[in-house]
């Protein structure tokens, strides 16, 4: 059974920061696709980052140059560094593995993140 557990959330001061990790297990984590979520009371899921299999990353404009997605395919697994904190990034963020042909698309349970004085 394919299986995202995302960890790492809590509460932090604004400028501080936070590092998210999402343990794989059940498939072959080096091939996919993956990409962080996060959802905010009384908004839209939104994307963050993404990472390829090659390790090509792609960011949302809101976050650039705050955090930083990686990967550690030996660990099977997928990491959100998040730095300088606002409040606008409180939110339950999710770890989801991209479908492939044969393969459907996975998420995990999420974690939270609040970011307050």
């Known amino acids: 059974q394919v299986q995202l557990v995302e960890s790492g959330g809590g509460l932090v001061q604004p400028g501080g920061s936070l590092r998210l990790s999402c343990a794989a297990s059940?498939?072959?984590?080096?091939?996919?696709?993956m990409t962080w979520y996060r959802q905010a009371p009384g908004k839209q899921r939104e994307l963050v980052a993404r990472?390829?299999?090659?390790?090509?990353?792609y960011y949302a404009d809101s976050v650039k140059g705050r955090f930083t997605i990686s990967r550690d395919n030996a660990k099977s697994t997928l990491y959100l560094q998040m730095n300088s904190l606002k409040p606008e990034d409180t939110a339950v963020y999710y770890c989801?593995?991209?479908?492939?042909?044969?393969?459907?698309?996975?998420w995990g349970q999420g974690t939270q993140v609040t970011v307050s004085s």
């Open positions: 989801n593995r991209a479908p492939r042909l044969d393969t459907s698309e996975v």
């Open positions: 990472i390829t299999s090659e390790g090509t990353t």
């Open positions: 059940g498939g072959i984590f080096s091939i996919y696709t």
